[in-house]
């Protein structure tokens, strides 16, 4: 391929060997100045209103909203090929948040746009022009908008970075996404310095669609407009096909030939694979009818007989074979062929749990329609009896269960007659993608089970991960003891009165859920939501909470000895008669916290946020509240120091007042509000800043 001549005039030619003060630098240089600067405008175009709308959220005092439709659905397309983490559960934002990052998506789709639109109608956009940069067509004309998408989409972009992207897919690298950033950027400024083997490099893109990209500067200096010689067009699709029709004939037969040869082919395996279901469901229904006949309680069939038909039904594996099962399981009184039955549903398997599930919730209906009535009881035990069979198919089947549907079911006991009891059992289970939404779980154990676990790529936080639904779900008393409960939704739950010691509940989201005297010691929480959640009497000791989110939770009498809450966003948060003793809270955002009567001795507030905090009656002592911000915070008969100081000494420097004391060298208490005297001295006498000091 040949570059497009520039028209030179004689003088021009003579001129043209002085230098020029515009054109220092290299046409190469001022290509990548230009390029910079275009990618710079759409990157700042998006990131600043992006960093603006993080900065909105982190605001306290601003409403919160759910998330943009439109911003959650680019999430999940973004994580998917990236493999990274995502959240199918409602998040809330501050409703700047929202707006903002909705400009941060949309400014810079409408200013690659622009740009595009500049490039096609003058081959320049603004960054080019200043550097002297033009990009025309082989005519010396500007390129056009099918031109440019097919430069700037295709070659640019598209192409480099699924080079890249396939290149780090299938790698032993994947998932690292610095890897990838790195290759995608590798490719895009490899093929933009063009091929080293050509006399004059020419970009991939420009190769692509037919475009050069020249010096504006010069041509326009020389006063003429570039042009191309008839001899140096660049050959097309086109030309090629009308050069070569008998070629383009056969390719165009070919393509027909094997387009026909792959629809008959497809119609006869598909007419095959019908033709055998249809044998297979005649077979099936032949001998479901046969067993049904020994199973009727009419017929002469001996009680073994009959047990080998129940399971032999489940051997069929089709569904009305599992349905009629399903349904005899709660007709039958008879222990042994109950127990024959459920054996025969567990051999049939996973596809069983459909039918269970439709006859759990119908028998669940019933149980509330019939009250306090005699047939209550009767209902109570068919219930238990579905229950056990469910149990013991995901029993078997642990590990295997992903994306099984118990959404709305009862596994659980509510209001039942004292004697008749289930509790679902599943300690060491892989739950996995197991969807439990709305079920009943009261008392259920999962000691030791998981919750989440890696897609099918065998990777953990990735797009695919296999995580459980558990959003509003009924879970008092549950046991998840030491169970793995990382980046589970459990929105609006109940789990009061559950044990979850040692559990993993990292980057967990439980907003608005009720963990009301729930047991935490010893929990991995960090990165949790556990927004407007309700933890009042619970026992989060020697828990890690580091960078949660806590906004407005209630803690009422909560237990949080030894516990980390540094980074912990505790806005609005009640602590009142709360034990945060010994407890990290350093860089945690406490502001408009109620902390009254709480126990905060020998706490850490570091670097915290405790502006218009309510600490009265609270107990301070050995607290460090170096670097706090304590502007507009209620110390109203709050807990300095257990020793007294005499208020006619409040001026004079008693360096071992109290080793019990709060540490307040340079906290400012200046618009701290209720101080009493005793107070203003302690402050005055320890290092603390007031106007009133001295």
């Known amino acids: 391929m040949t570059s497009p001549m520039v028209r030179r005039s004689g003088n021009q030619s003579s001129q043209s060997k002085e230098p020029k003060k515009g054109n220092l630098l290299p046409l190469g240089t001022r290509r990548f100045g230009a390029w910079a600067v275009e990618i710079t405008l759409v990157a700042v175009s998006g990131l600043v209103p992006f960093g603006l709308g993080v900065y909105a959220n982190s605001r306290s005092d601003i409403e919160r909203i759910p998330l943009n439709p439109v911003l959650v659905l680019t999430e999940r397309a973004i994580a998917r090929p990236l493999a990274l983490p995502v959240s199918y559960s409602i998040r809330y934002v501050s409703w700047p948040t929202n707006f903002l990052w909705t400009i941060a998506l949309l400014t810079p789709i409408t200013i690659s746009s622009w740009q595009l639109y500049l490039l096609s109608k003058t081959g320049s956009t603004i960054p080019k022009r200043w550097f002297g940069v033009r990009v025309v067509n082989h005519e010396g004309t500007p390129p056009g908008l099918g031109s440019i998408v097919v430069r700037e989409v295709l070659g640019r972009w598209t192409v480099p970075i699924s080079v890249a992207y396939l290149l780090w897919r299938y790698s032993f690298v994947f998932p690292h996404l610095s890897v990838f950033t790195f290759l995608a950027l590798l490719m895009v400024l490899g093929e933009g310095m063009g091929w080293p083997a050509q006399r004059k490099r020419r970009a991939f893109h420009d190769c692509l669609a037919g475009t050069y990209t020249i010096d504006a500067k010069e041509q326009l200096q020389r006063g003429t407009e570039p042009g191309i010689s008839t001899s140096s067009k660049i050959p097309t699709p086109g030309n090629v096909i009308q050069r070569n029709p008998n070629f383009t004939l056969f390719l165009v037969g070919l393509t027909s030939m094997i387009a026909v040869l792959s629809t008959l082919v497809s119609t006869q395996i598909y007419v095959q694979t019908q033709e055998s279901n249809r044998r297979t469901e005649q077979i099936n229904s032949q001998k479901f009818l046969a067993l049904i006949t020994k199973i009727n309680s009419t017929s002469d069939s001996s009680n073994k007989e009959r047990e080998n038909a129940i399971l032999a039904l489940g051997g069929l594996n089709d ?376």
């Open 319 to 694: 569904r009305q074979s599992i349905k009629f099962l399903v349904d005899l399981l709660v007709q039958e009184t008879d222990p042994t062929t109950v127990d024959k039955v459920q054996q025969a549903l567990i051999n049939a398997g996973l596809p069983t749990i459909p039918e269970l599930k439709r006859m759990n919730q119908f028998l669940a209906d019933q149980l509330k329609s019939v009250g306090n009535s005699p047939m209550r009881e009767s209902k109570q035990r068919q219930l238990i009896l579905n229950q056990q069979a469910i149990n013991k198919v995901l029993a078997v089947y642990r590990g295997k269960i992903k994306d099984v549907d118990l959404s709305n079911t009862q596994l659980g006991t509510k209001g039942f007659a004292q004697d008749l009891f289930f509790k679902l059992v599943l300690e060491k289970s892989d739950l996995s993608g197991v969807i439990f939404k709305g079920a009943n779980l009261n008392q259920a154990n999962f000691q030791g089970s998981r919750f989440r676990g890696v897609g099918e790529d065998g990777r953990w936080d990735t797009y695919d991960d296999a995580i459980a639904d558990l959003n509003q779900v009924e879970l008092k008393q549950a046991n998840f003891t030491d169970a793995n409960l990382s980046r589970v939704s459990m929105n609006k739950s109940d789990l009061s009165r559950a044990t979850l010691n040692r559990a993993n509940l990292s980057n967990a989201r439980l907003m608005g859920a009720n963990l009301s005297s729930t047991q935490l010691v010893g929990s991995d929480l960090r990165g949790t939501i556990l927004e407007n959640a309700s933890l009042t009497g619970a026992d989060i000791s020697d828990s890690q909470l580091t960078g949660a989110n806590l906004y407005a939770a209630n803690l009422n009498r909560a237990s949080a000895i030894g516990t980390q809450l540094s980074h912990a966003n505790l806005t609005k948060t009640n602590w009142q008669g709360a034990d945060l003793s010994e407890s990290y809270l350093d860089h945690a955002n406490l502001s408009n916290a109620n902390l009254s009567v709480a126990r905060l001795t020998g706490a850490v507030f570091r670097s915290a946020k405790l502006e218009n905090a309510n600490l009265r009656n609270a107990d301070l002592s050995r607290a460090d509240l170096r670097g706090a911000n304590v502007a507009g915070a209620d110390f109203q008969g709050a807990i300095l120091s257990t020793a007294k100081q005499d208020p006619g000494d409040q001026f004079v420097q008693t360096p071992d007042l109290d080793s019990q004391a709060a540490i307040i060298q340079g906290v400012d208490f200046s618009e701290a509000k209720n101080l009493d005297r005793n107070q203003l001295a302690f402050i005055c006498t320890q290092g603390g800043i007031h106007s009133r000091c001295p």
